[in-house]
């Protein structure tokens, strides 16, 4: 079984700094790309950033130069780092990956989400 454990979510102010973790354990055998979504009251869930096994990256426009992605392979970790937060970054933040599991079979998997608010 696999399991997406997200950490590092927090109340922040504006112009202000978090970085969120986000873990894979269980029954892996490789992972592909990970990634981080996130989802504000009433709206749908869009894509942040993601990184692919060799590290190539992919982030929405609304966050680019404040945000990065990265991924510790060894640990089967990726991170956010979040500059500059402003309130429209509010939402709950999922973290997600493409993975083989050891049985074979390949699928996507969402963690529990993780709180993020920012303050003015």
């Known amino acids: 079984q696999v399991q997406l454990v997200e950490s590092g979510g927090g109340l922040v102010q504006a112009g202000g700094s978090l970085r969120l973790s986000c873990t894979a354990s269980?029954?892996?055998?490789?992972?592909?790309?990970m990634g981080w979504y996130r989802q504000a009251p009433a709206k749908q869930r869009e894509l942040v950033a993601t990184?692919?096994?060799?590290?190539?990256?992919n982030y929405a426009d609304s966050v680019k130069g404040r945000f990065t992605i990265s991924r510790d392979n060894a640990k089967n970790t990726v991170y956010l780092q979040m500059n500059t937060l402003k309130p429209e970054d509010t939402a709950v933040y999922y973290c997600?990956?493409?993975?083989?599991?050891?049985?074979?079979?390949?699928?996507?998997?969402w963690g529990q989400g993780t709180q993020v608010t920012v303050s003015s």
């Open positions: 990184i692919t096994g060799g590290g190539s990256t």
């Open positions: 269980g029954s892996i055998f490789s992972i592909n790309a």
């Open positions: 997600n990956a493409d993975l083989v599991a050891a049985g074979g079979s390949r699928d996507g998997y």
